[in-house]
């Protein structure tokens, strides 16, 4: 894979492996930042464990196993909000 850095107008050459590490570092450092533990609800302090910067997107052309992984990622890392194309 290629990758251009913000702000330059040069590509570079990555490994699959550095891709995947950039991306990952990229996921954690706003799923910390903006992680929400918990929320008030009335009275009450509950745990909603989410991050709600990060969306998650499906397209009609994924099978349903395909679609209940891509879900399970998402709600995994903390996502709510994950939506399929054929659904729109």
Do not use: C
């Amino acid at each position: 894979p290629r990758y251009r850095a913000p702000g330059t107008d040069r590509w570079e050459n990555l490994t699959w492996s550095q891709a995947i590490d950039k991306i990952a570092r990229k996921i954690h450092a706003v799923r910390n930042a903006t992680w929400v533990a918990t929320e008030k609800q009335g009275d009450a302090e509950v745990p909603p464990n989410r991050t709600d910067p990060i969306p998650f997107m499906g397209g009609a052309q994924n099978t349903n196993e395909e679609s209940y992984l891509f879900q399970k990622a998402a709600r995994l890392l903390g996502m709510p909000y994950v939506e399929h194309q054929a659904r729109l």
